[in-house]
T-cell receptor, first 115, second 109 residues
């Protein structure tokens, strides 16, 4: 158990809908990262927050947005869902802001299925 | 574009049969090379970080090494519980981890 929690574990929804994925980092970690893992693309970095502020951005679609709250939990919002958004979404956390010098601890993931 | 390539895609070994997994990367300001283990349906689990060519790290039956263009994950006398997908990731100075697609390792008893 990494100490990172994600809810829900599974989510099934329809095209065009909007969903929110939630992540709580390990105690003491200030950085939260979001990743998407699909069969054909592997693990893709979406976005990072550090202590409430956006720090780094990957290939995140404009339909997706995220935020980190004062209690350090984070939410990833996915809207206008398409079939291709079906994937595993992972949250990871680390103590410090740099991706280079801090190992990231991953949560168990949310499996999103868009029908 | 910075890329990370892992080989082979899949590897089947007999229990006790040692081997190595490869992770090669484009040379563009590597700042850190990370190895993770991922079990089916679970999040990646951190194994090692390497920062400079020549660096080596060990953990039980695993040893990770780094050269200027690639990293190897050596598995010595593996056991069935070592079966998993092994992912490598690199950070190229842009504060983002770029992951390879992984090597799916199966250890046959």
């Amino acid at each position: 158990d990494s100490g990172v929690t994600q809810t829900p574990k599974h989510l099934i929804t329809a095209t065009g809908q909007r969903v929110t994925l939630r992540c709580s980092p390990r105690s003491g970690d200030l950085s939260v990262y979001w990743y998407q893992q699909s069969l054909d693309q592997g693990l893709q970095f979406l976005i990072q927050y550090y202590n409430g502020e956006e720090r780094a951005k990957g290939n995140i679609l404009e339909r997706f947005s995220a935020q980190q709250f004062p209690d350090l939990h984070s939410e990833l919002n996915l809207s206008s869902l398409e079939l291709g958004d079906s994937a595993l979404y992972f949250c990871a956390s680390s103590v410090a802001p740099s991706a280079s010098y801090n190992e990231q601890f991953f949560g168990p993931g949310t499996r999103l299925t868009v029908l | 574009e910075d890329q990370v390539t892992q080989s082979p895609e899949a590897l089947r070994l007999q229990e006790g049969e040692s081997s190595s997994l490869n992770c090669s990367y484009t040379v563009s300001g590597l700042r850190g090379l990370f190895w993770y283990r991922q079990d089916p349906g679970k999040g990646p689990e951190f194994l090692f970080t390497l920062y400079s060519a020549g660096e080596e790290k060990e953990k039980e039956r695993l040893k990770a090494t780094l050269t200027k263009k690639e990293s190897f994950l050596h598995i010595t006398a593996p056991k069935p519980e070592d079966s998993a997908t092994y992912l490598c990731a690199a950070e190229f100075g842009n504060e983002k981890l770029t992951f390879g697609t992984g090597t799916r390792l199966t250890i046959i008893p």
